[in-house]
């Protein structure tokens, strides 16, 4: 870098989702390996870190991997953020499974700052253009194991689409649903719209009889 060369060197500290756990691991990070620059992704464990990233003599540099809008507005000097905002993928979800002629959505997105602002934004999109939440049955993609519930408790509102979201745990949610689509009528079970925005790109999965069919866009 301008003529000099440098070494970069490469910590990794697993926090496991806990706020708690990611302040430890920064202070560590910060205090024992020097670090000037600490990648991060979870709003939940992003916003602690911003409370002391610009302390005098001990900042430093956060590289937020987030899709809340309100992170970026909140004047944090050291922060650089990377991902689409959620506002803009709930727009076009909302868009697609509208021309798709569908009306009644049920919601089983993940609980916490990410799913709330998700749930909203899709909510407010959603009822906007004429349609319908015939459910909304929040649920912790890092702590459940067991999709059964949620996903039958928003089935049973005979839904034409489902609008799932979160974590990587999103596909075991599509694949619990998969499992278990003999309980639901065909006619329904055909129609479902997946949303996996974890990996922040937009997907579209169709639950069918013998197996789950995807498209990118």
């Not at 990070?29 to 991060?40: C, S, Y």
């Not at 697609?96 to 909510?123: H, N, P, Q």
Request: with cysteine; glycine share 6%.
């Amino acid at each position: 870098m301008k003529g000099q060369r440098h070494t970069l060197r490469l910590e990794k500290m697993d926090d496991q989702a806990n706020p708690e756990k990611a302040v430890s691991n920064a202070r560590t990070l910060q205090k024992e390996k020097k670090a000037i620059v600490i990648f991060k992704a979870l709003e939940s464990t992003i916003l602690p870190l911003m409370k002391f990233n610009m302390e005098k003599k001990n900042e430093f540099l956060i590289m937020a991997y987030a899709s809340i809008p309100q992170i970026s507005a909140m004047g944090n000097e050291l922060l650089l953020t990377q991902g689409i905002p959620l506002t803009y993928y709930s727009k076009i979800m909302s868009d697609l499974a509208w021309d798709k002629g569908w009306r009644k959505c049920a919601m089983v997105v993940t609980t916490g700052a990410y799913g709330e602002i998700w749930r909203k934004s899709f909510s407010e999109n959603w009822l906007k253009k004429g349609g319908t939440i015939t459910a909304d049955k929040p649920a912790n993609y890092f702590a459940r194991t067991d999709f059964t519930a949620p996903l039958a408790e928003a089935l049973v509102t005979d839904p034409d689409f489902l609008l799932i979201g979160g974590p990587s745990a999103t596909a075991a949610w599509l694949k619990s649903a998969h499992e278990n689509w003999r309980y639901f009528p065909e006619k329904i079970a055909s129609r479902f719209l997946y949303e996996n925005i974890g990996r922040k790109r937009i997907c579209r999965y169709y639950l069918t009889q013998n197996k789950v069919k995807h498209c990118r866009f």
